[in-house]
T-cell receptor
Framework: AQSVTQPDIHITVSEGASLELRCNYS??????LFWYVQSPGQGLQLLLK??????LVQGIKGFEAEFKRSQSSFNLRKPSVHWSDAAEYFC????????????FGTGTRLTIIP | NAGVTQTPKFQVLKTGQSMTLQCAQD?????MSWYRQDPGMGLRLIHY???????DQGEVPNGYNVSRSTTEDFPLRLLSAAPSQTSVYFC??????????????FGSGTRLTVV
């Protein structure tokens, strides 16, 4: 069975600074990977996804993620964060049979300081 | 577009009561899922469906039932509520593509408290 680890429970960065959120997955074959963002009291919004091809994936809101098979990682990055990026971020991996089932990490809460 | 609509937004139940959490989507998505979100545990899959009339269990299905009689609706039933079912419940829908799922659209959630 697949699994996802987000090693950072909480990260604080200054507005305008760069951001990297870590995600490590465990999966036997080519993984299907996702990043979602959740603002307080809201549902989850898809930021980006990786299925195959180019290992650097561009998403919405200026986010990107890089798939590194050798490290079993799919880290999320943004060159310059904005106060509105404060939220909780979830990494997820799709299952064997066509991605109907997602396994989520436990999330990383991002705080932005002025 | 309404997207994925969940009702109610908040609910308090007494132990042993039953209820149905409603979920409707207007995007003609084939795939629908129910997740529960608990602090420090991320989201865990309860049940999912790949089309009308087809449902299957996820990671934490005990105490919950689902049915999918139409493409649009995917209600989640709590048979006999327990305090351990206190959680935030999310419904999500998606569609198949040639490379897998297109990425789920989530509802805004139902916050359930069982006392």
């Amino acid at each position: 069975a697949q699994s996802v680890t987000q090693p950072d429970i909480h990260i604080t960065v200054s507005e305008g600074a760069s951001l990297e959120l870590r995600c490590n997955y465990s999966y036997g074959a080519t993984p299907y990977l996702f990043w979602y963002v959740q603002s307080p009291g809201q549902g989850l919004q898809l930021l980006l996804k990786y299925f195959s091809g180019d290992t650097l994936v561009q998403g919405i809101k200026g986010f990107e993620a890089e798939f590194k098979r050798s490290q079993s990682s799919f880290n999320l990055r943004k060159p310059s964060v904005h106060w509105s990026d404060a939220a909780e971020y979830f990494c997820a991996v799709g299952d064997d049979f066509g991605n109907e089932k997602l396994t989520f990490g436990t999330g990383t809460r991002l705080t932005i300081i002025p | 577009n309404a997207g994925v609509t969940q009702t109610p937004k908040f609910q308090v139940l007494k132990t042993g009561q039953s209820m149905t959490l409603q979920c409707a989507q207007d995007m003609n998505h084939e795939y629908m899922s129910w997740y529960r979100q608990d602090p420090g545990m991320g989201l865990r899959l309860i049940h999912y469906s790949v089309g009308a009339g087809i449902t299957d269990q996820g990671e934490v299905p005990n105490g919950y039932n689902v049915s999918r009689s139409t493409t649009e609706d995917f209600p989640l039933r709590l048979l006999s509520a327990a305090p351990s079912q206190t959680s935030v419940y999310f419904c999500a829908s998606s569609y198949p593509t040639t490379t897998g799922v297109g990425g789920y659209t989530f509802g805004s959630g139902t916050r359930l408290t069982v006392v």
